[in-house]
């Protein structure tokens, strides 16, 4: 049974930083495409960041551009997102995804996933 796991969610003010974790199990060995997506109250769950299964490629939401970074460590199981320069508006629950299965190039689609983590709560103050 495959799992994630995120932390490193907050209350933060405006302009500072966060780093996200997500620490998958259940596959040893495996090397999932990951994904990072947020929720605010109200709203759907939005793309923010993903990277493939080789770490080759970085994709990102153009709101997070620029200020946002995801990686990967393999040896770790884990995958980080890196948010600097936050915002008020970049409040939201953060979720990590596996993608075992999908075709290549869906990371941007929540319904690409195959498993999903329970979500980090971010709270950005003005």
């Known amino acids: 049974q495959v799992q994630l796991v995120e932390s490193g969610g907050g209350l933060v003010q405006a302009g500072d930083s966060l780093r996200l974790s997500c620490v998958h199990s259940g596959r040893p060995g495996s090397k999932p495409a990951m994904g990072w997506f947020r929720q605010a109250p109200g709203k759907e769950r939005d793309f923010v960041a993903a990277i493939t299964w080789s770490g080759d490629h970085a994709y990102y939401a153009d709101s997070v551009k620029d200020r946002f970074t995801i990686s990967r460590d393999d040896a770790e199981n884990t995958v980080y997102l890196e948010m600097n320069g936050l915002k008020p508006e970049d409040t939201a629950v953060y979720y990590c995804?596996?993608?075992?299965?999908?075709?290549?190039?869906?990371?941007?689609?929540?319904?690409?996933?195959?498993?999903w983590g329970q979500g980090t709560q971010v709270t950005v103050s003005s």
């Open positions: 995804g596996a993608q075992f299965w999908g075709p290549a190039g869906t990371y941007r689609n929540s319904g690409a996933y195959d498993y």
